[in-house]
């Protein structure tokens, strides 16, 4: 069955390291995001992309990257963790133009502690 | 500012009785509407959905009501059934923005048994 996976699912780190959160999908969907989860703020954009080579940055972008050399993978990193980024990760994926509602589905998380 | 709003942070219900969340945009022009549950500890899954074209759509206990012009949407759960407790966010897209949903801030249903 198709599936999307994240990895890790749990991190500690400490700040100032750089981290990389990994996301993995078997849809052979064009579009991947990630999101992050926080008390009082729901689901917030980082980055997404729309195919092999786009990378766009979402609502909430800094201090983040991302990179797609192939449709299955779209890797998450920080470049200099912060605390403010303890948060849990969320990556989903949908088709583009697969129908009237363009679904996400989403991944396990992962739930990153920046100390 | 929000253009997607859930404005009741939590719900608490009793087993059997019917379960409203509403959630509220701003932007008239979203396309399509979805709703979401979350379980603690794992990744929102899709429950239903619904276009602007239409003001109902059902799926089993899950109904989805759209009011366009009150810019309001709701999700009814009849009968609850404690399995229903769980985190439900509102999303909203629009067709053309390839797929790119905005999301309410959630709200926790309990269903007690």
């Known amino acids: 069955d198709a599936e999307i996976t994240q990895s890790p699912r749990h991190k500690i780190t400490e700040t100032g390291r750089q981290v990389t959160l990994a996301c993995h999908q078997t849809?052979?969907?064009?579009?991947m995001f990630w999101y992050r989860q926080d008390l009082g703020h729901g689901l917030r954009l980082i980055h997404y992309?729309?195919?092999?080579?786009?990378?766009n940055k979402g609502e909430v972008s800094d201090g983040y990257s991302v990179s797609r050399s192939n449709t299955e993978d779209l890797p998450l990193t920080l470049e200099s963790a912060a605390s403010s980024q303890t948060s849990v990760y969320f990556c989903?994926?949908?088709?583009?133009?697969?129908?009237?509602?363009?679904?996400?589905?989403f991944g396990p998380g992962t739930r990153l502690t920046v100390l | 500012d929000q253009q997607v709003k859930q404005n009741s942070p939590s719900l608490s219900v009793q087993e059997g009785r019917i379960s409203i969340l509403n959630c509220d945009y701003t932007?008239?022009?979203?396309?399509?509407f979805l709703w979401y549950k979350k379980y603690p500890a794992e990744g929102p899954t899709f429950l239903i959905s619904?276009?602007?074209?239409?003001d109902k759509n059902e799926d089993g206990r899950f109904t989805v009501f759209l009011n366009k012009s009150a810019k309001h949407l709701s999700l009814h759960i009849v009968p609850s059934q404690p399995g229903d407790s769980a985190v439900y966010f509102c999303?909203?897209?629009?067709?053309?923005?390839?797929?790119?949903?905005?999301f309410g801030k959630g709200t926790k249903l309990s269903v007690k048994p």
């Open positions: 992309s729309y195919g092999v080579q786009d990378t």
């Open positions: 849809w052979n969907h064009n579009n």
């Open positions: 619904i276009s602007s074209i239409k």
């Open positions: 999303a909203a897209g629009r067709w053309g923005s390839q797929g790119n949903l905005i």
């Open positions: 989903a994926s949908s088709l583009q133009g697969g129908g009237s509602t363009d679904t996400q589905y």
């Open positions: 932007n008239s022009m979203f396309d399509y």
